[in-house]
């Protein structure tokens, strides 16, 4: 992707971009509609995580959100303008959605989200496609579509690929509210953190990937946990022996044995 100058994050209305020690800041910004969704959200966040992937300062992402709730889906006066849309628009607002989601899912950086308070429908779809998730024992989370006569339809790909079949099916067929440690249990975050600690625990978790994991690595271990699912056995195996045999080659590979062989301690983040 082309670099996107700074002065485009600048003017976001929804998002705030920031880089603060190799972490990249992505922040949903209208808490007074709950952090909703609606296309031009969409739209900011897809250019905040762009910046972000271009972004030198940035080794990590941290998703994150202002106010009470992550975010509470789509907004309500986007969903009634919706029902005014044919097939053609839909479809068009769907795949807007849709490179979202693959865009965060296959960025080739390590996404954090930063779950302080409920993720609901599609809020609860940009929690799932994170790497991984803090979030507070308050926090709810659910896939609510059923209950309004959608579909929890793009979310469902990630999702059984992160939790497995039959608790993706509890989870969109019931639509039910769960706790954030009914969401732990599930594989859907990994981390409960209490509130006033969330922040300081995210920033924590994201500077120690950035000074004790080469970024490189993460990166090609991240894009291989994408493509291993799509693949027969016998390919996924060669396309691993490949990786494998190409990792050895890299100048990350070999400074990180260097290390390890005359016992130095190293730092990735210089």
């Known amino acids: 992707m082309d670099n996107m100058p700074t002065?485009?994050?600048?003017?976001?209305?929804?998002?705030?971009?920031?880089?603060?020690?190799?972490?990249?800041?992505?922040?949903?910004?209208?808490?007074?509609?709950?952090?909703?969704?609606?296309?031009?959200?969409?739209?900011?966040?897809?250019?905040?995580?762009?910046?972000?992937?271009?972004?030198?300062?940035?080794?990590?992402?941290?998703?994150?959100?202002?106010?009470?709730?992550?975010?509470?889906?789509a907004d309500l006066a986007y969903i009634q303008e919706l029902q005014s849309f044919g097939y053609t628009d839909n479809l068009a607002d769907s795949t807007h959605l849709m490179q979202l989601f693959h865009q965060i899912y296959?960025?080739?950086?390590?996404?954090?989200?930063?779950?302080?308070?409920?993720?609901?429908?599609?809020?609860?779809?940009?929690?799932?496609?994170?790497?991984?998730?803090?979030?507070?024992?308050?926090?709810?989370?659910?896939?609510?579509?059923?209950?309004?006569?959608?579909?929890?339809?793009?979310?469902?790909?990630?999702?059984?690929?992160k939790i497995g079949e039959a608790r993706t099916k509890q989870l969109l067929l019931t639509g039910d509210v769960i706790s954030a440690h009914t969401a732990q249990e599930f594989g859907l975050i990994n981390f409960l953190v209490p509130r006033e600690e969330l922040s300081a625990k995210v920033r924590q978790f994201a500077r120690r990937l950035c000074v004790e994991n080469s970024a490189q690595s993460m990166e090609l271990t991240k894009e291989m946990l994408a493509r291993i699912p799509e693949m027969p056995l016998e390919d996924s195996l060669r396309y691993t022996a490949q990786l494998n045999a190409e990792a050895r080659g890299t100048l990350d590979c070999r400074r990180g044995i260097a290390a390890f062989l005359s016992k130095e301690k190293i730092t990735w983040d210089n």
């Open 7 to 73: 002065q485009e994050l600048e003017d976001l209305r929804y998002i705030r971009y920031e880089a603060q020690d190799s972490i990249g800041y992505i922040t949903l910004n209208r808490p007074d509609k709950r952090n909703a969704l609606n296309a031009d959200v969409v739209t900011e966040l897809k250019q905040a995580f762009e910046f972000a992937e271009d972004d030198e300062a940035c080794k990590v992402i941290v998703l994150r959100a202002e106010g009470d709730v992550f975010c509470a889906g």
């Open 106 to 161: 296959t960025l080739n950086k390590v996404v954090v989200a930063e779950i302080q308070g409920h993720a609901l429908a599609g809020g609860c779809g940009l929690a799932t496609i994170c790497d991984f998730a803090f979030a507070t024992p308050e926090a709810k989370f659910g896939y609510t579509e059923v209950k309004i006569g959608f579909l929890p339809a793009i979310v469902s790909v990630f999702l059984l690929r």
